[in-house]
């Protein structure tokens, strides 16, 4: 989506709890080596929750509007959560992952909702 002009910056919040997990680090990494400026990388350490995300996204980071880029499954919460909380929001759902693959993941999900 950076590539084609769609968005001009990327946000990525996400679990930082311990030395050992940290998803906005692996995240910003995998990011720059498909070619994003290192500069239009912006990382949010705080995102434990969805809620968590969108409400910094408002606050913190000064945003108005963002497009979530993740699993249909999660987009869906964070849109909401976002209009919520006066950020508008719209979703750009990358590909599911599969049961075998996911099961974490998709638990997860089933009590998040």
């Known amino acids: 989506m950076y590539k084609a002009g769609e968005i001009d910056f990327v946000l990525i919040s996400g679990d930082n709890s311990s030395l ?3 998803e906005p ?28 995300s969108m409400v910094r996204a408002k606050t913190i980071f000064g945003l108005d509007s963002a497009t979530m880029i993740s699993q249909k499954f ?3 919460r964070a849109i909401y959560l976002a209009e919520e909380k006066g950020l508008h929001a ?3 759902n990358a590909d599911n992952i599969s049961l075998k693959n996911g099961l974490k993941v998709q638990i997860r999900e089933y009590f998040a909702l």
Do not use: C, M
């Not at 692996?26 to 720059?32: E, G, R, S, T």
């Not at 290192?38 to 434990?48: H, P, V």
């Open 74 to 76: 999660h987009n869906e």
């Open 20 to 22: 050992y997990y940290n």
């Open 90 to 92: 719209i979703g750009f």
């Open 25 to 52: 680090t692996v995240f910003k990494k995998d990011l720059i080596k498909g070619g994003i400026p290192q500069e239009k990388i912006f990382l949010d350490y705080a995102g434990f929750r969805t809620l968590d």
